[in-house]
């Protein structure tokens, strides 16, 4: 499966005397890292967030914004610090009858506090204001990953083209390689008989040094894996699960064979073809670290 790390999902949900807003940003990273920013009274909910959202993600930096206001058409979306104003009421009469005026405290001088009036129901129940904030989640979730398979298979032509000419690449190589190998050995046959004529007569031994300097430049098993990883990868693609991680790993394999390829060819062909395929490799690298 291919999921993009890039990805944006928001959610809402009613509560009994709330409306709850949660919006999930996505972007590139290594692991999953969950950031979480929401208001103090909820924060007793957030565990229970992380939760729901590390189930559902594998890896990438994720920023949740958590926005919770009034219902002014149910419940009780204001509520009055009673209490709070009888203080303060009789504070400024005291300091009234201190200063030596006369009458009690000018009510529009109390009612001018911000904090008497408060948004919210003081008696909430948790239980209940969970249910909308994970309606709300599972909403933004569901928006999130549904952007990040859309952007998972408009990367999908991108991969294919990419393994397709990494391929043709490979298999040029396995085509050139024997023949490579027959014409470096010869030249060192040539060169052995040149600096020591006198073991010309000794053809075994002449065989024997050429074979194992040829089975040095022998790059088969490298070709082999390499065709193997381009499968893996394919069919990583179609995994149900994303695969981002072990499509990582598979880059790095893919490089170091190309690399020792690279570095046992004593041929210019192919030594052009493998900086072709290490630039595929490359250009597959950059795009997996779009996949989560």
Known sequence: ?????????????????????????????????????????LTEFDPLLRKIIGGALWRGRVTVFVSCQPAYDRGQPFRVQTDMARQLKRAYDQLKESLGYEGEADFSLIASRHDLVVPGNPLLDAQSRWAALKAASENALSQLIAMKRAEGDNLRPVFEEGLNELERIVLSIEQLVPAAVQKHSDRLRERILEASPGLGDNEERILREVAIVADKL?????????????????????????SGRRMDFLIQEMNREINTIGAKADDLEISRLVVRGKTEIEKLREQGHNIE
């Open 218 to 242: 022998d790059t088969s098993e490298e070709v082999a894996r390499l065709k193997s990883h381009i499968q893996q990868f394919r069919a990583f693609m179609d995994d149900v699960e994303p």
């Open 1 to 41: 499966m291919l999921r993009s790390m890039t990805a944006f999902g928001r959610g809402q949900a009613a509560g009994e005397s709330e409306d709850f807003l949660v919006e999930i940003h996505s972007v590139n990273s290594r692991r999953l890292e969950i950031v979480v920013n929401m208001p103090g009274e």
